[in-house]
């Protein structure tokens, strides 16, 4: 498949914070999922490519077009649909009139097409019956469909999304999810997130960065497969688990290097994520036992 956005050797600092330390990238058409904790430079990556910021060093292009010069900027802020992680909606103005300035700000200059679009995108995104409900009175998670659809007026190639169902109930979560699959359908799709869980549903790649760097760039299935052999049940906390909880059942589950004779469970990709996190390069150790075999 095409390569669509790619990125080399971006750097940014911060002070003395390397919020993107080298980081390299290839993303094709489809959902990417980016994963990584807190601080890790997930928003950062984000903004360079949305050029809300300039990186200190490193290049990168969006579907041909590279930030370099003012021209370059403008052509690949037009293939970009944004969703920030904080939209700065008004309160006051309704769904279409907030999008309807997004759009403008687009460049739709032509009003009745302009309108025309903004109907599309609210329909979009499910909203045609509020689109007239000021901000302050919609949900949490219909602001965030709004916002959706703010980011997909003028069908941008590219869609960047910063941790779009953050706060938001399971069933608006699966809902959001669903659109966001719509919309990776023939396009690229960055999408930031928190939710192991949103990845494993939704992403066909998956990019793990910690500290500024890339740490895994893959499919969900491969960053699952890390934790194979490497996820055991026992009944009482095991001191040498790299994480460790106790379950629903009453039993541990724990992560790490399995002791001999551990029973071994089935990874999901959050345990190929925490250990990844845990191990940078991603070797799995040698096993310790039996179990291992
Ligand atoms: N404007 C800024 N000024 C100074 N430091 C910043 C700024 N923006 C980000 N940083 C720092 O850069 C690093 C990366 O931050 P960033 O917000 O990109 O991480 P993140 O992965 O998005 O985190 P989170 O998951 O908490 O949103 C952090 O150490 C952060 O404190």
Not at 25 to 45: D, F, H, M, Q, W
Not at 117 to 127: K, S
Request: glycine letters at 12%; charged letters at 25%; proline letters at 5%.
């Amino acid at each position: 498949m095409t390569v669509t956005v790619s990125a080399s050797g971006l750097t940014l600092r911060y002070g003395g914070t390397r919020a993107l330390d080298d980081v390299s990238l290839s993303l094709r058409a489809g959902v990417t999922g980016l994963l990584g904790p807190n601080g890790a430079g997930k928003t950062t990556l984000l903004r360079v490519l949305a050029t809300a910021v300039p990186a200190d060093g490193g290049s990168f292009t969006v579907l041909g077009h590279a930030p370099g010069s003012a021209a370059g900027r403008q052509n690949l802020r037009r293939t970009l649909g944004y969703l920030p992680q904080n939209p700065g909606f008004h309160p006051d103005f309704s769904a279409f009139e907030f999008v309807d300035y997004v759009a403008i700000l687009k460049e739709q200059t032509d009003r009745t097409a302009r309108h025309r679009e903004v109907r599309r995108v609210l329909d979009a995104v499910d909203l045609s019956d509020v689109r007239g409900r000021r901000l302050k009175r919609l949900s949490g998670g219909m602001r965030q469909r709004v916002a959706l659809a703010a980011a997909l007026v003028g069908e941008p190639g590219f869609l960047v999304l910063d941790e779009p169902t953050v706060g938001l109930d399971p069933e608006q979560r699966v809902r959001f999810r669903e659109l966001i699959a719509q919309a990776g359908e023939g396009r690229t799709v960055l999408l930031s997130t928190h939710q192991t869980e949103d990845v494993a549903m939704l992403c066909h790649r998956v990019i793990v960065l910690a500290c500024g760097r890339v740490r895994f760039e893959g499919t969900p299935a491969e960053l699952t497969a890390r934790a194979d052999g490497r996820v055991w049940s026992s009944a009482a906390r095991d001191p040498g688990a790299r994480a460790g909880w106790r379950t629903g059942a009453g039993t541990f589950r724990n992560v790490g290097d399995p002791p001999k004779g551990a029973e071994l469970l089935d990874p999901t990709l959050e345990d190929g994520y925490l250990l990844t996190l845990d191990d940078p390069d991603g070797a799995a150790p040698a096993q310790q036992g039996e179990a291992a075999a």
